[in-house]
């Protein structure tokens, strides 16, 4: 791996990045993160290599299309979909909260933070989020206004030798093989911008002159339109690293293996399903006919299920025969072990099974059953918090991100418990634990709720007589 200082002692640029982009395909990392997103697109290596390998051993086209049957499981993806989602499923609010009045008219809590981040910052978010479990780290760019994320197969950390904090980075990307790669060197200076040479080439040269700002000032008027007339420089490096979790790696690691003994297991039974037929028959005495009167013969008998044929004679001589045989495949180990490595990845992964609850499950059930895919949460949601705080001192904002796990619940049971304690809590309390009231159902009806009670205190006060009282009555 180089480093911030390989980057400062570099004198010339263009060969640099070229050398950073090749270093960094050839490192760990960037070959898990490869892997990872072929099992994430259901194109699991293991199996794919392996039928391939018994597709090319095979002697002709048709066994090796009988061969070639691979099965890739879809785990990975669903497991990761299922963390991610559960944590972030409902987006992120924040502390910062403000009154404000909604088109309706009516007073509503705005997240003041939520609202600089933009409209599209939940989904950028899970996305950041996504990549650094499949790959273990995944980057963001904050460019003032948007989040950008930067997959670890599109960038090249440069971290600090001393401290090992992220100071610069290399961005690259290429459309295909047949088009230039274009390249990025993100710098506390600013943007250095390169392109390919020519199409396929490795070599890079400059695409500009020296670095573009992070932030540019612009000034519009009518005469000239909008022009740059300055620029700000950020309020510290604005790519910011994401961990999958403490160990730094992706989620691949430790269930690849699981995955693929899964995918050899079921392609090699569904083969061998495939190639052994349920009935097969055998011909005696019947050397004479080859093959095309064959198959003939089986052709007949599959379409009018009959058959005439030859028996022995009166003499005892052996005449032309057909004798029928089934197989079976031997399959219940199989499937029983199917089902034991399957148990045992969504164990190890911490992933939620649904077909452990039960209609009308408690919540206590309920919540011993998400007890493994909380922990797993937990330590993505110290990773998440990191990165959005880091996100948040460059915008100079101090707040803390929170998060509403998507988590089944039993609704009648949260809403008899709140009911029963309603005499105990205030109009405002029960309807924040209230399972099925929204942050902006609830704002509107304690509105019309005030509005209601100042309408009877109104109403009671200009119907109620005047009492008065005479002296001596």
Known sequence: MLTYQDYLAAADLPEFVAKVIARHKQSEVYNMAVIADAYDRQRNTTIREFSDMLGRAAHSGVAAAQISLAIASNYFRRFNTQRCSYLLGNGVSFTRMERRRNDAGLLVNVDVTKELLGQDYDSQLYQWAYHALIHGVAFGYWDSERLYVFPVTQFAPLPDEDTG??????RFWRIDEEHPMKAELYTAEGIFEFEGQSRGSEKLVAAGEGPRAYIERTRTSAARGTVAVGSVAPKGFPVIPMYGSNLKQSTLVGLREKIDAWDLIASGLAKDLKDVAAIYWIMNNANGMDQAELNRLLDDMLTHHIINVDGSGFDGSVR?????????VPHQGRLSFLEALEKSMYRDFGAMDVRDLTAGATNDHIDA???????????????VIEAVRMQLKLMDIDDTPRFDRSK?????????????????????AVLDHLPFITVDEKDAILQRMDAEDARRLMTRTTTTPTEETTDGV
Do not use: W
């Not at 059953?369 to 990773?383: I, K, M, S």
């Open 408 to 428: 089944a619940k039993n609704i009648t049971e949260l809403t008899n418990a709140v009911m029963a304690s309603a005499q105990f809590l205030d109009a405002e």
């Open 320 to 328: 032309e025969a057909m004798s029928p045989y089934s197989t079976e």
């Open 165 to 170: 904090a992220l100071m610069a980075g290399v």
């Open 369 to 383: 059953a998400y007890q493994p895919l909380d922990e797993e949460a937990d330590q993505l949601e110290l990773q």
